[in-house]
């Protein structure tokens, strides 16, 4: 079992930047596992964002924000990270860190862990 937290969601400029943090916790090695965020606008389905390799080796990106966001990880602390640059208003949505063994994947449904979710709202 896996439980992930995020934080770090807020009230954002356009053009800004800001970094999004999950906290893994659980009786398991987090270096396991790969890493996803996905997020989810009011009245659209959950979309991925970025994932990461379970050493961090590999990282994969949406296209809507290749070379904004940033995906990493800390093995040693037990956290993921998303550094959002360029804030764009369609950016708004809410966040959610997900977790699954071994390869990293873009399908949310073949990811087995889930945090809550933090909002982003991106004013412009």
């Known amino acids: 079992q896996v439980q992930l937290v995020e934080s770090g969601g807020g009230l954002l400029q356009a053009g800004g930047s800001h970094r999004l943090s999950c906290a893994a916790s659980g009786r398991t090695t987090f270096s396991n596992y790969a890493m996803g965020w996905f997020r989810q606008a009011p009245g659209k389905e959950r979309e991925f964002v970025a994932a990461?390799?379970?050493?961090?080796?590999?990282?994969y990106y949406a296209d809507s924000v290749k070379g904004r966001f940033t995906i990493s990880r800390d093995n040693a602390k037990n956290m993921v990270y998303l550094q959002m640059n360029s804030l764009k208003p369609e950016d708004t949505a809410v966040y959610y860190c997900a977790a699954r063994r071994n390869i990293a994947s873009i399908r949310s449904r073949e990811y087995d862990y889930w945090g809550q979710g933090t909002q982003v709202t991106v004013s412009s």
């Open positions: 990461i390799s379970w050493k961090g080796a590999n990282t």
